[in-house]
């Protein structure tokens, strides 16, 4: 039994076939570090409580055991600990490849995923799938039969690979070569900076700059001439497209960006999610516009849904939510150049007044933000 503080009920246990809850908490050297950014991979979620008792104990070091199924890539093993002394006198370490160990010292992870109340913790485990999903739960006593389940996952993958695609919409034609040519001179131009990526820091979205997440150069789009020509294209090439793939009509563009990803840095723009900050909430979808070819490298990998990888043609978008967790692989030779907005609608555009005062003033006032605006 473990006593838990606090009078907050626990949620509902998430049951098979819907999706696990996204949590943000704290492990060695990480203040929060988001679980949902591990999708793509098998992950067992084993919830011991503390390791101070016999059955919790037992399931851990049976997990350890069987170290092998946790090589990162293809699966990876994270414990949740609600007992300082777990970490202060048993020793628990993450261990790379793919085992990490949450400290929910006040049981806001366990509450979430509804196996601890005011009173007790129940030890268990939860089997995720690549999408995030429930894919087996079971109490802590059946650890052995959780990861037989995971070994013969790991075992079928290569064959479900080919069959597996992501809800995305690519589209030809939508900037013709002229076009992409003359974005091409306008980055060349000058004014490229290293780009961010927005984070929640402290009650506030900021942008952070973090080679080891994200290498790539930016320039923002200020000619009225190109802005318009782009809007134009967007509103009666794109938008008619998504609403017919999506069901769901674009009504503002976010942000004129030129990005340059170039074999000398590897640039890349590791996994991440579009939507995931108070200052991000509002978009719905992404555009990804490759504007050359002649590169290796540098293609899109929704990891939730597969290995497999996207890539537009010259002058083609690839569409996606902002919900997706997704990458762009490094580029290995040459540069590929990318024209980058995001989708929203008035729902969203309301919603981005509303968090306007959770962005801070730099970003605020950044020319890519406030390059957006309703499409007439």
């Known amino acids: 039994?473990?006593?838990?503080?606090?009078?907050?009920?626990?949620?509902?246990?998430?049951?098979?076939?819907?999706?696990?809850?996204?949590?943000?908490?704290?492990?060695?050297?990480?203040?929060?570090?988001?679980?949902?950014?591990?999708?793509?991979?098998?992950?067992?979620?084993?919830?011991?409580?503390?390791?101070?008792?016999?059955?919790?104990?037992?399931?851990?070091?049976?997990?350890?055991?069987?170290?092998?199924?946790?090589?990162?890539?293809?699966?990876?093993?994270?414990?949740?600990?609600?007992?300082?002394?777990?970490?202060?006198?048993?020793?628990?370490?993450?261990?790379?490849?793919?085992?990490?160990?949450?400290?929910?010292?006040?049981?806001?992870?366990?509450?979430?995923?509804?196996?601890?109340?005011?009173?007790?913790?129940?030890?268990?485990?939860?089997?995720?799938?690549?999408?995030?999903?429930?894919?087996?739960?079971?109490?802590?006593?059946?650890?052995?039969?959780?990861?037989?389940?995971?070994?013969?996952?790991?075992?079928?993958?290569?064959?479900?690979?080919?069959?597996?695609?992501?809800?995305?919409?690519?589209?030809?034609?939508?900037?013709?070569?002229?076009?992409?040519?003359?974005?091409?001179?306008?980055?060349?131009?000058?004014?490229?900076?290293?780009?961010?990526?927005?984070?929640?820091?402290?009650?506030?979205?900021?942008?952070?700059?973090?080679?080891?997440?994200?290498?790539?150069?930016?320039?923002?789009?200020?000619?009225e001439a190109v802005l318009d020509a782009l809007r134009a294209r967007l509103k009666d090439r794109l938008f008619p497209m998504v609403k017919r793939a999506f069901g769901w009509q674009a009504q503002h563009i976010e942000r004129y960006l030129i990005c340059r990803y170039g074999e000398e840095e590897l640039g890349f723009f590791s996994r991440h999610r579009d939507d995931a900050t108070a200052g991000t909430a509002h978009r719905k979808f992404a555009v990804s516009l490759n504007l050359n070819d002649g590169y290796e490298g540098g293609e899109l990998c929704f990891p939730e849904f597969g290995p497999r990888t996207y890539r537009p043609p010259v002058g083609g978008a690839t569409v996606f939510g902002c919900g997706l967790l997704h990458e762009a692989t490094p580029v290995t030779k040459g540069e590929r150049f990318v024209f980058v907005p995001f989708l929203y609608d008035d729902e969203g555009a309301r919603l981005r007044r509303q968090n306007l005062s959770k962005v801070s003033p730099d970003l605020r006032e950044s020319r890519q933000t406030r390059r957006t605006g309703r499409v007439r």
């Open 1 to 223: 039994m473990v006593r838990a503080s606090g009078s907050v009920r626990p949620a509902k246990i998430p049951q098979v076939g819907e999706p696990a809850p996204f949590f943000a908490a704290a492990i060695d050297g990480v203040e929060r570090y988001s679980l949902d950014v591990v999708a793509g991979r098998w992950i067992v979620l084993m919830f011991f409580g503390t390791t101070g008792l016999p059955a919790p104990a037992e399931g851990l070091a049976l997990a350890l055991e069987r170290r092998a199924l946790f090589n990162g890539a293809d699966a990876a093993l994270f414990g949740v600990s609600v007992d300082p002394a777990d970490r202060a006198e048993r020793g628990l370490r993450n261990s790379d490849p793919g085992v990490r160990f949450f400290w929910d010292f006040d049981l806001a992870v366990s509450r979430l995923y509804g196996v601890a109340d005011e009173a007790n913790l129940t030890p268990c485990l939860f089997l995720i799938d690549p999408a995030f999903r429930i894919a087996m739960s079971a109490p802590i006593e059946a650890t052995g039969v959780v990861l037989d389940r995971l070994a013969q996952e790991l075992a079928d993958a290569p064959a479900r690979a080919e069959t597996q695609y992501a809800p995305v919409l690519t589209l030809p034609r939508i900037l013709e070569p002229e076009l992409c040519e003359a974005l091409i001179a306008y980055y060349r131009a000058g004014g490229a900076t290293a780009s961010g990526f927005a984070r929640d820091i402290g009650g506030q979205t900021v942008q952070h700059v973090d080679t080891f997440m994200k290498r790539r150069s930016d320039v923002t789009i200020e000619d």
